[in-house]
Nanobody
Framework: VQLQAFGGGLVQPGGSLRLSCAASESILRANSIGWYRQGPGNHREFVAQ??????????DYADNVKGRFTISVDGAKNTFYLQMNSLKPEDTGVYFC?????????WGKGTLVTVSS
């Protein structure tokens, strides 16, 4: 599975952005789809994911984005999204999307988000 993240850019604090991650093939059977980010001088950190299992699917978020970010998926378009609202300067970083499907982990190239006035 090849992944391409896009939608990053420069936004003022308090603003919004929607990131997209387009997959080269169906992700309907993915065990997990998610977003990570890497801020300046930081390690890559978890942001959000949707996990699917026998009991259905569930969304999880990092504590520092709960209530502000929303992950969603459009299976028909093989694309998933990260809606980011009330952005803060500390949300600045390169955002990466990933998919776990059939036991394989796939990463896309990142898209840069800069939150600054």
């Amino acid at each position: 599975v090849q992944l391409q993240a896009f939608g990053g850019g420069l936004v003022q604090p308090g603003g919004s952005l929607r990131l997209s991650c387009a997959a080269s093939e169906s992700i309907l059977r993915a065990n997990s789809i998610g977003w990570y980010r890497q801020g300046p001088g930081n390690h890559r950190e978890f942001v959000a994911q949707i996990s699917s299992g026998s009991s259905g699917s569930s969304s999880d978020y990092a504590d520092n984005v709960k209530g502000r970010f929303t992950i969603s998926v459009d299976g028909a378009k093989n694309t998933f999204y990260l809606q980011m609202n009330s952005l803060k300067p500390e949300d600045t970083g390169v955002y990466f999307c990933n998919v776990i499907q059939y036991g394989m982990l796939y990463w896309g190239k990142g898209t840069l988000v800069t939150v600054s006035s």
